[in-house]
């Protein structure tokens, strides 16, 4: 059981493995980032993510991005206990599957990123040159 | 494709920056970006920090787990953390945590011969690598020498001495403190302060001083040549609200009105010194974009309706 959840392990990143359910154990390694999807089985345009090991940090700039996104009807995360790391994540949307339309809202959130980090580069290119034109010594 | 998201991209634009400190102007973007960016500055962004101490010898007058929390605490240069792995993770050395790939050993030997104490500090930490070294906080202009010896660790007197090995694994600040790169990381609204002309005309010039003063910070002062009253400095403004309490003291209430800017933010960034403070907010970027890669590629979401019992409950509302 175990030998098949490790070979999908990639090094150096957040890993993902496949959470196995015994009878009435549930097994999860920490650092791992894994999801368990409820409610899909009757209707795929409403779900809830529950994503182990994260916390406000992610659910809440997600929620954000999904609302931005016009296809979603309803979202929101909540934290079932401040002890457990676990944080779920509610998606109603008008009719495309819930999984799609999160897993856009993740792409849509790493394009900002990434124009972030981008804009920030060119920030401080142009920081150190107004720097050096100012005073000579930085 | 129905209709296109509504996501803006953000704006930036650096006040200040040098090399543990940071100041800029984050618009376009929501509060929760921002705060995402904020808690992964301080608690997700990985740093090396000493983990595991073997003590020779330790007659000083610290005991051994003193001694090893406060080598835990020294920040350590880590531009070379985002590419480490892991010690947990590394395959080169069985998940011992001890090999060149996964972590830093560090030596550290003194003894006191003179009468004159000791200071053990972390310039005698001695590294196996030289791009992690304990931090130097000694200023540029140096002229003060006596304040160039580092972090003090432990004093000694004659005869008492402390030899020790160190290693230093990569963590992040979720884990232990440590391991966290940022000193401080705040950032706050920007205010939009429109002062209501007319309304400033019909007061005399002790009122104007008077109101001016009412502010804990210096945001508004009067002009020397006009005597009108001007906005010198928006962003001292610590929301408190006081001028506005003294307009409505004075009688005259809607003299000036102060918003928040909903999607623009001043980021104050401090950095420990482990990281420079700009690349400390890259390597945030980096790892928020890790974790959405984590989740978006996740293809193993487990349908767990039947199995989810107490779970499934909570979500439909029991």
């Known amino acids: 059981m175990f030998n098949k959840a490790r070979k999908q392990k990639r090094r150096g990143s957040p890993s993902i493995a496949l959470l196995h359910f015994n009878s009435s154990l549930n097994i999860a390694w920490s650092k791992f980032c894994e999801e368990m999807e409820l409610g899909t089985l009757s209707d795929p345009s409403q779900s809830t993510f529950s994503l182990i090991d994260e916390d406000h940090t992610f659910a809440n700039a997600i929620r954000f991005t999904l609302n931005q996104d016009p296809r979603t009807r309803f979202c929101g995360y909540s934290i079932p206990h401040p002890s457990d790391n676990r944080v779920n994540i509610r998606i109603q949307t008008t009719g495309d599957p819930a999984k799609d339309v999160f897993r856009d809202a993740c792409q849509d959130l790493m394009v ?3 124009h972030a980090s981008n804009t920030f580069d060119k920030a401080v290119v142009d920081f150190k040159m107004s720097k050096s034109v100012d005073g000579m010594d930085i | 494709m129905e209709g296109k998201s509504y996501q803006r ?92 790939h996964c972590s830093v050993e560090f030596h550290l030997r003194a003894r006191c011969h003179s009468d004159q104490t000791l200071d053990v500090t972390s310039k005698e930490l001695l590294s196996s690598d030289h791009t992690v070294v304990p931090v130097d906080f000694s200023d540029a202009s140096g002229y003060e020498a006596s304040e160039q010896r580092g ?106 009105d102060i918003t928040a800017k909903e999607d623009s ?50 979500m439909r509302g029991g």
């Open chain 2, 151 to 256: 972090i003090i660790i432990v004093k000694l007197r004659r005869g008492q001495e402390l030899r020790l090995r160190a290693i230093a694994r990569k963590g992040i600040g979720k884990d232990h403190a440590k391991w966290s790169p940022a000193a401080t990381v705040t950032f706050m609204y920007e205010p939009d302060i429109r002062i209501n002309e007319e309304m400033m005309e019909t007061l005399s010039l002790e009122e104007k001083t008077a109101w001016v003063d009412s502010s804990p910070t210096k945001v508004f002062e009067i002009d020397p040549n006009t005597g009108k009253v001007v906005v010198v400095d928006p962003e001292a403004y610590t929301y408190d609200d006081e001028v506005i309490k003294k307009a409505e003291a004075v009688g005259k209430p809607g003299l000036v």
């Open chain 2, 265 to 314: 933010f001043i980021f104050t960034v401090e950095s420990t010194g482990a990281i420079k403070a700009s690349q400390l907010l890259l390597n945030a970027i980096e790892i928020l974009k890790q974790k959405l890669d984590a989740v978006r590629l996740s293809e193993d979401t487990v349908e767990a309706d039947d199995q989810f019992g107490e779970l499934g409950a909570h």
């Open chain 2, 9 to 100: 991209f953000p704006r930036v634009k650096i006040r200040e920056m040098r090399h543990d400190y940071l100041k800029f102007e984050l618009r376009d973007t929501d509060a929760s970006v921002a705060n995402a960016l904020r808690r992964v500055m301080i608690a997700e962004v990985p740093t090396v920090a000493i983990d595991l101490v073997e003590i020779e010898i330790n007659s000083s007058v610290l005991n051994d787990e003193f001694i090893a929390h406060r080598l835990g605490l020294i920040p350590l240069t880590s531009d070379r953390a985002m590419s480490m792995r892991f010690s947990r993770d590394c395959d080169a050395c069985d998940g011992d945590g001890q090999c060149v």
């Open chain 1, 112 to 114: 900002m990123c990434q």
